[in-house]
């Protein structure tokens, strides 16, 4: 880890304490679709991205270049208290999420290695920590994670899921989470995801980009055990595996 950057631990205590106070906040984390699309046609020409990112023509219906999505990106980026950051030495992993991270200006307060949220996610302590919280579930595993958490985990106090897949969907998924009163919302919706933690915030809420806590939080159960005794690694589907990684051989 990076010296100055949040442990696993300390993110989560940090959490608790922001949680059982009354204040807005927001942790992101960038990985590579997001590096990518805050990028492209900014830092990355559409040329060296076609020949780079074989997903660009459908990742969950968003197709680039998009300036949009851009925009929309950068602005959640820009909310993030927390950032999560990759530190593969590839270019297109923490190399140009640095490139996004100066060049757009983003100044979090605290920074954490991107994947530990998914350690977040396999600590005893965050199921009894927010067991009773209002929580908002959001993603296109809302349901399925809503039902884990309360029968394996005993959450009691989830106060809906909004499904959201498709970046089609986005402001649908917005004003879903304008229907529900909520204290934290944990989110994991890929790169979309971003959006909709940074949204929770900028209404008065917590949001978290938990994303791939969620997938261990299912797998583990499908698996009949906890989160911490589970032995796996989550498994992704195929737009968050080796399919979505820029060729090595696009230059």
Same mark, same amino acid.
């Given at each position: 880890?990076?010296?100055?950057? /949040?442990? #696993?631990?300390?993110?989560?205590?940090?959490?608790?304490?922001?949680?059982?106070?009354?204040?807005?906040?927001?942790?992101?984390?960038?990985?590579?679709?997001?590096?990518?699309? #805050?990028?492209?046609?900014?830092?990355?020409?559409? *040329?060296? !991205?076609?020949?780079?990112? %074989?997903?660009? *023509?459908?990742?969950? =219906?968003?197709?680039?270049?998009?300036?949009?999505?851009?925009?929309?990106?950068?602005?959640?980026?820009?909310? @993030?208290?927390?950032? =999560?950051?990759?530190?593969?030495?590839?270019?297109?992993?923490?190399?140009? @999420?640095?490139?996004?991270?100066?060049?757009?200006?983003?100044?979090?307060?605290?920074?954490?290695?991107?994947?530990?949220?998914?350690?977040?996610?396999?600590?005893?302590?965050?199921?009894?920590?927010?067991? *009773?919280? %209002?929580?908002?579930?959001?993603?296109?595993?809302?349901?399925?994670?809503?039902?884990?958490?309360?029968?394996?985990?005993?959450?009691?106090?989830?106060?809906?899921?909004?499904?959201?897949?498709?970046?089609?969907?986005?402001?649908?998924?917005? @004003?879903?989470?304008?229907? !529900?009163?909520?204290?934290?919302?944990? !989110?994991?919706?890929?790169?979309?995801?971003?959006?909709?933690? @940074?949204?929770?915030?900028?209404?008065?809420? !917590?949001?978290?980009? /938990?994303?791939?806590? #969620?997938?261990?939080?299912?797998?583990?159960?499908?698996?009949?055990?906890?989160?911490? *005794?589970?032995?796996?690694?989550?498994?992704?589907?195929?737009?968050?595996?080796?399919?979505?990684?820029?060729?090595?051989?696009?230059?």
């Amino acid at each position: 880890m990076e010296e100055g950057w /949040l442990s #696993a631990s300390e993110l989560l205590t940090a959490w608790r304490q922001i949680v059982g106070g009354s204040g807005a906040h927001c942790s992101l984390r960038i990985g590579d679709v997001e590096a990518a699309v #805050a990028a492209h046609e900014a830092i990355l020409t559409m *040329d060296f !991205v076609r020949r780079h990112y %074989p997903w660009i *023509d459908n990742y969950y =219906g968003l197709r680039l270049p998009d300036p949009r999505a851009r925009e929309r990106l950068v602005a959640a980026l820009r909310q @993030a208290d927390f950032l =999560g950051v990759l530190i593969q030495p590839e270019w297109y992993f923490r190399p140009l @999420a640095e490139m996004v991270v100066s060049y757009y200006e983003i100044r979090p307060e605290k920074r954490f290695y991107a994947f530990e949220n998914l350690y977040v996610s396999r600590q005893r302590l965050f199921y009894e920590s927010f067991c *009773d919280t %209002p929580v908002l579930l959001v993603g296109g595993k809302a349901t399925r994670w809503k039902e884990v958490l309360e029968r394996r985990y005993g959450w009691r106090g989830i106060v809906g899921c909004v499904y959201h897949w498709n970046w089609a969907e986005l402001d649908q998924a917005i @004003a879903a989470m304008d229907r !529900v009163p909520y204290r934290m919302a944990l !989110v994991s919706a890929g790169m979309a995801g971003k959006i909709l933690a @940074a949204y929770a915030k900028a209404t008065g809420h !917590v949001g978290i980009d /938990l994303g791939s806590g #969620a997938d261990a939080c299912i797998q583990a159960d499908a698996d009949g055990t906890y989160a911490w *005794d589970w032995p796996k690694q989550p498994v992704y589907n195929w737009l968050t595996g080796e399919h979505h990684k820029p060729r090595p051989d696009g230059i």
